[in-house]
């Protein structure tokens, strides 16, 4: 588990002896836990070892159909008394993206109760478990409870506008928010000193000018710079009856964020609410699975995880009428390139889940589509205009809050701008849903090629002949230029990982998901083939070359052997 060179090596391996499997249990996690386990260590069996698997098999090129079934124990709050390790989280929100990422993996997590007993009951629940490889009802998402199957639903609810004085907010309440000078946070808290003349603690990560220095900042380097943009909002919370009180800490250094809340004390006697707001948000979050690396999936963990489970020990004692978690969409629906981010999210709805168990904080978890702060400039076209149709812009978001506010008790609220069951059905069905976009919905008739704001370019080469050939039977489009954009000739993100698949079928290559959203053409993506295949054909020769090193210091007998390995293996 510790040695994602391991799991290479155990594909590659596979991969030469021609023994890859269709389907793969991923069990590390189904354990009898007599406590709950450290968060890294269960971080380990969950979220690394899935993340290492699928790392491996990206990286060996297996563009193979595989079936992966994850199973554990402890994930799925189904009966509202099971225990909850809210790291496995971490792996329902990694399986989703893998799925997107990879058509050719088809992912489930299935989590079961484990029975008291050793005998029929374990072996019925097996035998229930294999089922789930072949009879196949497309859900993502399965918990097993005694005899009883689960699956995920989700059904839409109104909040009513009310008021949030009457849930929880109150006249001049003491709140701190993580992340306070951000965005959301900044948002959220003008709203909170405008309604309740809040008391408001701002807690972030770097320098901000102390209040007395406020006006020679805006003054030495003018109203548009980013700080002095915070500063004006600021002071305008001042105006409206605010008091402020902004401090600097890592949320994930927990003496640093105890010693903020003792300050926050200190100067206002109390704290009633807590909005947890800091993370690592834009590109930094966006990286496709075969790109993930320590750095970045610590760095998403970091604030958002290590700040909530931070807050929950800080506050155990004391009393802090709620916490509120800024979580995403993408712990739901899973999306391209948030391997990292949407495990974070995950955890975060796991760990309101249980601390709502544990202590008398209401922790509610908001899972918000994106917002959108540029509303003046809003792409039309293209990938970009797919998410901003959807974005939640800041006013909606701040009336969306307040309803949250007004209604106690709800541990979960997923904001979705748009239907969610069909979204789900078409991001997680994601079997279903590709049979379902193989024909282009001109019942194999192909459209003429839409105006688009570059001239036509014929493909050139043999190649660029045959990805162009590829993106006109998916996207239903008669003619295709090498300098088309994707995502102007109609393909969406959903299409763009069915491309992906059909290239690394056609093509035989590992082809990463970014190259189709760093340069969306036939020729970009020609090009990327063209180099992956003399990557691969490089790798090939230094194997060659190593063997006929080897075989320079064999006996004859010795290489003779070797040679009939070989044979026999490629004649399989
Ligand atoms: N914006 C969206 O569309 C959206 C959608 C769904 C969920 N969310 C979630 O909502 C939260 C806020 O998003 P946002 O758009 O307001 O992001 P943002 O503008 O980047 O604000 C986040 C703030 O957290 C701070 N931060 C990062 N790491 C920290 C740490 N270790 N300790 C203390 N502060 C830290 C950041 O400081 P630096 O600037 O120095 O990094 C930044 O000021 C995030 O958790 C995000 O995942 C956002």
């Not at 990938?383 to 901003?388: F, K, M, P, T, V």
């Not at 760093?518 to 090009?527: F, L, Q, R, Y």
Request: charged share 25%.
């Amino acid at each position: 588990i510790d040695h994602p060179e391991d799991y290479t090596a155990l594909i590659r391996d596979l991969k030469e002896s021609d023994r890859l499997p269709d389907n793969i249990v991923h069990a590390f996690n189904v354990l009898v836990r007599n406590q709950p386990t450290p968060f890294d260590k269960a971080l380990k069996t969950g979220y690394l070892s899935l993340l290492y698997l699928v790392q491996a098999l990206s990286a060996e090129r297996v563009t193979r159909h595989i079936q992966v079934g994850i199973f554990s124990n402890d994930m799925f709050n189904i009966t509202g008394y099971e225990r909850i390790e809210p790291a496995l989280a971490t792996i329902h929100g990694l399986s989703k993206v893998v799925a997107q990422e990879f058509p050719n993996l088809v992912c489930r997590d299935i989590d079961v109760s484990l029975p008291h007993t050793m005998g029929n009951e374990l072996s019925e629940l097996a035998k229930r478990l294999l089922l789930e490889f072949v009879d196949r009802d497309r859900q993502m998402s399965i918990a097993y409870r005694g005899k009883r199957r689960w699956v995920q639903e989700f059904e839409p609810f109104a909040l009513e506008v009310s008021n949030p004085t009457s849930g929880y907010l109150q006249e001049e309440g003491v709140y701190l928010i993580t992340g306070g000078l951000g965005r959301i946070g900044l948002k959220l808290a003008n709203y909170l000193a405008n309604s309740v003349r809040a008391r408001l603690v701002l807690i972030d990560a770097f320098d901000f000018p102390a209040a007395d220095q406020w006006d020679k900042w805006t003054e030495q380097n003018g109203a548009q710079d980013v700080t002095s943009i915070k500063i004006k909002r600021l002071q305008n919370m001042k105006n409206a009856g605010a008091e402020l009180l902004v401090l600097k800490a890592d949320v994930s250094d927990k003496e640093a964020l105890s010693a903020a809340f003792g300050q926050a004390v200190q100067q206002f006697g109390r704290i009633d609410g807590i909005i947890h707001a800091a993370g690592i948000v834009g590109t930094h979050a966006f990286k496709s699975i075969p790109e993930i690396k320590e750095e970045d999936w610590r760095s998403q963990f970091q604030a958002k995880v290590y700040g909530a489970l931070n807050i929950a020990d800080i506050i155990a004692d004391r009393e802090v009428k709620f916490v509120l978690l800024q979580s995403s969409m993408s712990s739901i629906l899973g999306g391209l390139g948030f391997g990292a981010y949407a495990a974070a999210n995950a955890v975060l709805d796991a760990l309101a889940n249980l601390q709502n168990r544990l202590g008398k904080t209401q922790w509610i978890c908001v899972n918000w589509d994106g917002w959108n702060f540029e509303e003046t400039n809003m792409p039309t076209s293209g990938l970009g205009s797919e998410i901003a149709q959807l974005a939640i812009l800041p006013d909606e978001g701040v009336a969306a809050f307040e309803r949250i506010f007004s209604y106690l008790d709800l541990d979960q609220i997923i904001v979705s701008t748009g239907d969610l069951k069909a979204r789900v059905h078409k991001w997680l069905q994601i079997e279903a849903a590709k049979k379902e976009d193989q024909t282009p919905e001109t019942g194999g008739e192909l459209h003429d090629r839409p105006d688009l704001p570059n001239p036509y370019v014929e493909p050139e080469t043999d190649l660029q002949k045959q990805v162009a050939a590829i993106w006109q039977k998916l996207l239903g489009i008669s003619q295709i230029g090498i300098y088309d954009d994707f995502f102007d000739l109609g393909g969406n993100s959903l299409m763009g990982t069915q491309l992906i698949s059909e290239l690394r079928d056609a093509f035989q290559v590992e082809l990463p998901l970014r190259s189709l959203f760093e340069d969306p053409t036939v020729s970009g993506v020609s090009k990327i083939i063209e180099q992956e295949r003399s990557e691969a054909q490089e790798g090939e020769m230094a194997k060659v070359e190593d063997l006929l090193k080897q075989m320079e210091n064999m006996s004859e007998e010795e290489a003779k052997k070797i040679l009939e390995q070989k044979k026999g293996k490629n004649q399989r």
